[in-house]
DNA sequence: GGTTTTTTTGCACCCGCGTGCAAAACGGAC
DNA sequence: GTCCGTTTTGCACGCGGGTGCAAAAAAACC
């Protein structure tokens, strides 16, 4: 596709692109898209070039009169580089559309800039949320997203080793089954440089684990359900998986039992999923006494808390929150429809995001990776 | 991290794993997955293990006895290699941990085996669909998924400029707002080798748009709307962008002209998004004498009839189809909850992504990639 | 067994860039 | 102009594997 370095070949790319470079405004606007990382016009720049590939650091360097080394300086931030030699080499390089290759980058260096991102679990709208933010986030900090779909558990696995590789730099886990075995397989076969829990709380050792302060969280929805004065709360737990801790729940009920000295109920809906939930709470709801029924439904988070609301209106008949209230935990999205009004609890994955990108850098700035604070977002729902 | 090929080295490699060798089953496992790239219990085989990394085919070709191209052809299907050395080989593999480095091959040969897949709009659930079967699909054979968030059309090219740093393969834009120019900055500048349009029609050259037969299809919605005996039907549009070419509502309004002799009305929502075709909806309506009131609502999609049923039903206190009906497009995420029982019409996504993977493979094996057939689900919404 | 055909194997060279170090250029003081 | 300290620049070598071809080995044939 190129001939390397080659003299002529130069020769013909400059040719080709110099035409362009009476245009007004063609450095300004990629030079100013190298140095920020901004985008102004560079579509409009993409557009009049034919070839922005196969443009490498040699044949820039060839253009510039300088080595392939200091062309690399040019694109690479604190390098030690003359502003002169740098100008030159960013001129050579707009003229001739070339880019860094971060496959040859990454192969080099061992840093791919490469990230993976394994789902298990695409039924939950928060799913969306955070992967609109992960994504965004890494990327102005230099990473791509491999996301990763695991929704069979087995695939994790798999997942895991493609991601290795591909040599990433972390895998990020935003799922919501994945237990020790998967865990301790990526730790042990050193398959992942870092292993990242998002989101969510893990025990496991070696495990990165970033999130919002469940117990801080778990507890102002229970004081808030103990002010609003609801006596016979249910809890709609999640999956049991062992590095969870089941935290949410425990603190809930802990906090109930504390604050009101009697017991709370639980049932495990076990999938963060709406249909589930919503067939789940017809099952239980309906094997119980009218009398026993809670009258208020705490859900580990969202996606449960949405199929419980639609069993209570939709299979009981019944009002949200006049006969049965119920609560959600994260704030997804449909959580403010007015189908559900829902009263949650929102983590600040945006902060939380950006705390990632500090640990990707390997500056862990704070040990206190569990603990951000979030809000408890009050609608009608109870 | 290695000494490269040293016989030292691959001796103490060796002296590391063939602890390992006594525990029946080891190989038989890794040589499955690695033929077959099924999991079975690879999970376990990773845990065992300390070092997976950092092993390349040279150290498998010394332990094998046989030469590093060796090595190469043993992990590459179709190659010419005896069944003895292949065997040699993966044993040799399977006892070192030794997994090709996908960074390195891609760089050799071009090819990066990931493609990126932009997306402007997280609030669409059926991204979340689209999300899990691109990216189930396209790993069965052999693709990575790099996620890229669009959000702001502006990092549509910076995006871009990304993916071709990256050697994708291909981009894939299941966005809804991609205009003229992006598409033509990614193919001009080649920025990318193969620019993908799934799940909605594009009228670009050079494009490769795949997707369900829209006319067929918003037809069958047409004759469905008009066999239940609605009369006054509006019909909800999205983002108007050039390339899309307004199929869907084009169809409608023609198909509705032909059969009824009249024009049916349109009003454009401009965004997929539930709570923007809400406000919309009761903006439009509420402009309305109410005996110009639509009977029905026929929406682009999913996400826009979501809201138009919020706002027929919680802001103007009517009932879903019994006064104002709504129809989708879709399938979405929640098109099925008892909140909406969407009437609406299922792309077949899973066979869409099987084609894009032929695509990608080269194997473009019809011409007729926007003409999948789904399927008209009709439940209670019209 | 000798010869031809086919399969299997080995190898030089390349992909595009990063790293550490040494040489060169620069700049200021005398 | 010389000397010395400080930038700035150039370079050999490497990252791990792909490609096409030629040599070697195996198989087929007479």
Same mark, same amino acid.
């Given at each position: ?25 063609? !450095? ?6 190298? =140095?920020? /990382? ?17 443009? &490498? ?5 060839? +253009? ?5 080394? &200091? ?11 003359? #502003?002169?030699?740098?100008? @030159? ?12 290759? +971060?496959?040859?980058?990454? #192969? ?15 039924? =939950?709208? !928060? ?10 986030? #890494? ?5 791509? $997203? ?17 991601? %290795? ?12 089954? !994945? ?27 070696? &495990? ?10 778990? =507890? ?15 809890? +709609?737990?999640?999956?049991? &998986? ?33 249909? /589930? ?9 309906? /094997?119980?006494?009218? =009398? ?6 705490? %859900? ?17 008949? +019944? ?5 049965? /209230?119920? $609560? ?11 189908? !559900?009004?829902? $009263? ?6 945006? *902060? ?15 040990? @206190? ?5 979030? *809000?408890?977002?009050?609608? $009608?729902?109870?």
């Amino acid at each position: 596709m190129r001939k390397r370095g080659s003299s002529p070949h130069t020769t013909h790319l400059r040719d080709k692109f110099t035409q362009y470079n009476r245009e007004a405004g063609f !450095y300004d606007c990629y030079l100013y898209w190298v =140095n920020t /990382a901004q985008t102004t016009d560079i579509c409009e720049f993409m557009s009049r070039n034919t070839v922005i590939h196969s443009v &490498t650091a040699d044949d820039v360097a060839a +253009l510039a009169g300088v080595s392939r080394w &200091t062309v690399n300086r040019a694109f690479k931030k604190d390098a030690s580089i003359s #502003l002169k030699s740098k100008k @030159k080499v960013l001129d050579a390089a707009a003229e001739l559309g070339y880019l860094p290759d +971060l496959l040859a980058a990454g #192969l080099a260096s061992d840093k791919s800039s490469l990230v993976s991102l394994l789902i298990d679990d695409f039924s =939950n709208p !928060y799913k969306l949320l955070m992967m609109e933010r992960l994504t965004r986030i #890494l990327r102005t900090h230099g990473w791509g $997203t491999i996301l990763v779909n695991t929704v069979n558990n087995d695939d994790a696995t798999d997942a895991l080793l493609n991601a %290795s590789q591909r040599r990433v730099d972390a895998a990020i886990l935003i799922g919501s089954r !994945y237990d020790e075995a998967i865990l301790t397989a990526a730790l042990g076969a050193r398959a992942v440089r870092k292993l990242i829990v998002f989101g969510r709380y893990s025990s496991h050792p070696d &495990t990165i684990s970033i999130g919002c302060d469940d117990v801080s969280a778990m =507890n102002q929805i229970a004081d808030h359900v103990i002010a609003r004065g609801y006596q016979r709360p249910l809890f +709609l737990a999640g999956p049991q &998986t062992p590095s969870a801790h089941l935290l949410r729940q425990d603190t809930f009920l802990k906090r109930w039992s504390n604050q009101k000295q009697e017991k709370a109920d639980y049932t495990t809906v076990g999938v963060y999923d709406p249909k /589930a939930a919503y067939e789940h709470v017809c099952r239980v709801l309906g /094997a119980l006494n009218k =009398n026993q029924w809670p009258d208020i439904l705490v %859900s580990e988070n969202d996606a449960i808390a949405m199929g419980a609301i639609d069993a209570v209106r939709y299979h009981f008949g +019944l009002k949200v929150p006049h006969d049965i /209230a119920v $609560t959600g935990f994260d704030n997804a999205p449909f959580a403010d429809s007015p189908n !559900y009004e829902l $009263t949650t609890y929102r983590q600040p994955i945006s *902060e939380m995001a950006e705390q990632l990108a500090e640990v990707l850098k390997g500056r862990q700035l704070t040990q @206190k990776l569990n603990h951000f604070k979030g *809000e408890l977002i009050i609608r $009608t729902s109870a």
